[in-house]
């Protein structure tokens, strides 16, 4: 039983790790990782690397590569805890196709404020953060989707702009879990926000999937609703202008969630 369980798991997992392996990056990453491990431990190539060590071995590390290969690695399971002693290269920064407009500190509140008849979702980002890079192709792809005159995208990178992150109420810590974070306004007021955060401040972990966002954010819906806004004219009730999606509630969790 205790050979079978790891190879069922392993099983288990091909379809990701051919996913995984699929993207260079990564690929590149593991390889950077495993690099100087292999060129200290491997002869002949160890055989001439500088050492400090006392009996004068080459190919063992010395203390001073030790306790910098301790750092590094608790610097890196305080950062993301599922890379553990993985220390991988960021992913590239996505370049494709998007319907998205990038605010900055005077911009945002202008067109929150601008038309109250258009639905903002507003991703809150910073260019260091690997979770947000790894989101933008998603984000990208929904606002190719869902992007119409009635609901619009936007972005703000709160990383340069960090009164924006003081006003929202986004941590920028190198330790948050809060980015990204997607808001959504209605009639320039905030109705809700991915990932919520709870009594004492901390972010509850939410997974930033295309099907999560489509979901929670009811983008479905949502999508339907401001066309028909958008072909209704000038005059809209403002209760319909402020009222958040069916299947949410704007400070607690979604009826998926309970």
């Known amino acids: 039983m205790a050979v079978l369980a790891p190879l069922i798991a392993l099983v288990y997992s091909v379809p990701r790790l051919s996913r995984w392996l699929a993207r260079p990056y990564y690929f590149l990453s593991a390889l950077l990782s495993a690099s100087f491990l292999l060129l200290r431990k491997l002869p002949p190539v160890c055989q001439g690397l500088p050492t400090q060590r006392e009996d004068g071995n080459p190919c ?60 903002w979702i507003v991703e809150f980002f910073a260019n260091w953060s690997n979770d947000c890079q790894s989101f933008a192709p998603i984000y990208a792809d929904l606002s190719l989707k869902y992007n119409c005159t009635g609901l619009n995208f936007g972005k703000v990178d709160v990383g340069r702009y960090t009164d924006v992150s003081t006003r929202y109420k986004v941590s920028t810590s190198p330790l948050t879990k809060q980015l990204p974070t997607l808001i959504l306004f209605r009639g320039g007021k905030e109705v809700m926000r991915r990932p919520q955060i709870d009594k004492k401040g901390r972010a509850v972990s939410w997974t930033f999937s295309e099907e999560n966002v489509i979901r929670e954010f009811n983008l479905n819906e ?31 969790e979604s009826k998926k969630d309970k």
């Open 222 to 252: 949502l999508y339907q609703q401001s066309k028909k806004l958008a072909k209704a004219g000038d005059h809209i009730p403002e209760e319909q202008l402020e009222a958040p999606p069916p299947t949410t509630q704007p400070h607690g």
């Open 60 to 119: 063992d590390f010395d203390w001073r590569e030790v306790e910098i290969l301790m750092f590094l690695s608790a610097i890196v399971m305080m950062k993301n805890r599922r890379s553990m002693f993985l220390m991988t290269c960021k992913p590239p920064l996505y370049m494709g196709p998007e319907y998205i407009k990038y605010f900055n500190d005077k911009t945002i509140d202008e067109e929150l404020e601008r038309d109250k008849r258009v639905t």
